[in-house]
């Protein structure tokens, strides 16, 4: 296919509720979604960096520029497939999520012209994921409304619940809540908030029979994962730290790895993220999806991930419902059994609604052979 154009629209959403987590709190949503045009049709990604680099490195401003100035130059105006972007875009160092929405979106234009679905095409063996959720620290810091957001929770059917954890908000928190549901698949995520000198004191989460706890030290301190995955019964469950198949190996290797959270945009994009998967099957290690606050866009692409057969974990694959009370594409969502369809349209299936877009974009950015113009909304931030 030839890519003929990229638009780059900034759009707004509002959360339905504030999400902290030991690095920060988001109150909005505001994303960067990508538009292909191309001879054999349209396609739709979605950048899965945040508006400050809080969770790694990348934020949407750097995103924007990386998009602009190195790698959609990249793919424009040639003939190409999807699945040569990633030795396309190789050369550029880092910024994954901005490699990985660019994938995507391209991804999406050739399935859509050929009528197949992303899940068919990653090889998905399921037609329904089971859904997890996590669950921010609360802002007023109360035992009280975090139970009442679990209760919420499992009222409405997730099947695992993930608790954000930091220091100050670990052992009695996850006391509260595996009390309160014993048989509940229980996990917790510390976003690299404590360090080698806090190893004592996180063996007592061991205490909760925990299917996992997520990346609690910082994503470079590999020793520091392997001196607690040593001592902890729960397994060790890297995120910040897995970055390409190559590192997820040595990781494993090393003995600071025991199961894998896969999130397409860390890794520069699902092709990577299904290479990973498959090696992930091959050394007996378990995976499951990742989320990174999606729109319907991202949302749709991690489901049909999930139901690759070694996501044998439930992921964060929550309903559109958990973040947004409009979503900007039809929502996914979630039955009451706490079981998400697999959706089956071409590409992931579902394609922003041209009047939310329109409404909630606050800017575009569009990128053509010939050049390059920038448009703001009105009355947008
Ligand atoms: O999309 O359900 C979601 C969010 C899941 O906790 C989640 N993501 O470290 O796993 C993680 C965090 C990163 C994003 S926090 C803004
Ligand atoms: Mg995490």
Redesign the pocket.
């Given at each position: 296919m030839i890519i003929d154009s990229v638009t780059i629209h900034r759009v707004a959403l509002p959360l339905v509720r504030p999400?902290r987590?030991s690095f920060g709190i988001?109150y909005d949503k505001d994303v960067l979604l990508l538009e292909v045009t191309s001879d054999v049709g349209v396609g739709w990604g979605e950048c899965v960096a945040?508006p400050a680099p809080l969770?790694s490195h990348e934020f949407n401003n750097a995103a924007l520029l990386a998009l602009h100035d190195h790698l959609i130059p990249r793919v424009l105006d040639r003939d190409i497939d999807a699945e040569d972007v990633p030795r396309l875009l190789g050369p550029v160092r880092g910024h994954p999520m901005a490699r990985g929405a660019l994938e995507l979106a391209i991804l999406d234009a050739q399935l859509r012209a050929s009528g197949r679905s992303f899940a068919s095409y990653l090889g998905a063996d399921r037609s329904a994921i089971p859904c997890g959720?996590?669950v921010g620290i609360p802002a007023d810091d109360s035992l009280e409304t975090l139970v009442a957001d679990v209760d919420g929770y499992v009222a409405e059917g997730y099947r695992r619940i993930?608790l954000?954890i930091e220091p100050g908000w670990d052992l009695e928190p996850t006391r509260v809540i595996r009390e309160r549901y014993p048989e509940m698949p229980l996990q917790v995520?510390a976003?690299q908030a404590y360090s080698r000198a806090d190893i004592e004191h996180l063996v007592a989460l061991d205490a909760f029979d925990l299917l996992l706890i997520?990346?609690p030290i910082h994503e470079e301190d590999y020793l520091g994962h392997k001196l607690l995955a040593e001592r902890m019964a729960t397994p060790m469950c890297l995120?910040?730290s897995i970055l390409s198949v190559d590192n997820a190996d040595s990781l494993i290797d090393y003995g600071a790895c025991e199961v894998i959270?896969i999130k397409a945009g860390r890794v520069g994009g699902y092709l990577a993220a299904r290479d990973i998967h498959d090696l992930a099957v091959s050394r007996g290690i378990p995976v499951w999806c990742?989320?990174?606050?999606?729109t319907g866009i991202g949302r749709a692409a991690n489901v049909a991930l999930a139901a690759l057969p070694g996501f044998t974990l439930p992921g964060?694959t929550?309903s559109s419902t958990?973040?947004f009370a409009t979503d900007i594409t039809e929502p996914l969502l979630m039955d009451a059994d706490g079981m998400m369809a697999v959706p089956t349209g071409p590409g992931p299936g579902v394609t922003p609604l041209p009047e939310l877009l329109d409404e909630l974009t606050i800017a575009r950015y569009v990128t053509t052979a010939s050049g390059s113009t920038t448009s703001f909304a009105r009355s947008g931030a």
């Open positions: 999400f987590t988001e945040a969770y959720v996590s993930k954000k995520d976003n997520e990346q995120d910040e959270n990742g989320g990174m606050v999606e964060d929550s958990r973040f």
